[in-house]
């Protein structure tokens, strides 16, 4: 009878030594889905055994917030050179010959290039002024600045600018770019005015 009891407590602690060594056993850490790890990161990158890559969320927020400010950078970048380039265009008058309406070669070549603007900025419209020296009448210079004006137009339209992006208005001699009574002075206030809209 001894020996029928011994055997199966001898069993019992058999399985019992199987058992408690086996909990004691290095358990292998394997991540949960959702815990910022994918397939390919090693077990030496993450100290857990498999394949998997870490996601650092901090790392993409930077990485974003970078793209932003790059990209933040580029449009004031083109801002600020659009701006650059809106007050040279508006800034370069076209002169006019005494009494004329008439286009010299270089008021052609400077319509052309503001021309060439104008296609790079197809949202722009502009004001062409008319403007004339201070010899003559009132009512003489504002239709002079207005055939101006309208000369300036016709050009900028054959150019292949639409007329509905080009508004013209006359101040005869009205706003001088110089006020004094010269010819330097005249010659100056015989032009025609671009105005970004």
């Known amino acids: 009878m001894r020996k029928t009891l011994c055997v199966p407590m001898a069993l019992v602690l058999v399985i019992s030594l199987v058992l ?39 790392s993409r927020s930077t990485v974003e917030d970078r793209g932003i400010q790059e990209e933040q950078f580029r449009d004031d970048a083109a801002r600020s050179e659009m701006m650059a380039n809106r007050s040279e265009f508006e800034n370069e008058d076209i002169y006019f010959a005494f009494d004329s309406a008439a286009l010299s070669g270089t008021a052609q070549q400077k319509l052309r290039e503001k021309a060439q603007w104008m296609r790079q900025h197809p949202t722009v ?30 050009y900028m339209v054959n150019l292949g600018i639409s007329r509905s992006r080009l508004v013209t208005i006359s101040y005869g001699e009205e706003r001088p770019a110089d006020p004094r009574s010269t010819e330097e002075a005249w010659a100056r206030n015989r032009r025609a005015h671009f105005v970004v809209e």
Do not use: W
């Open 125 to 154: 419209s502009a004001i062409i002024e008319g403007h004339c020296d201070e010899r003559g009448t009132s009512e003489y210079n504002l239709a002079l600045g207005d055939r101006r004006a309208e000369s300036v137009k016709s």
């Open 20 to 58: 408690f060594s086996a909990s004691c056993a290095k358990k292998a850490v394997t991540p949960e889905r959702g815990m910022g790890y994918e397939e390919g990161t090693t077990a030496e990158d993450t100290g857990v055994t498999g394949r998997y890559e870490y996601q650092e969320d901090a």
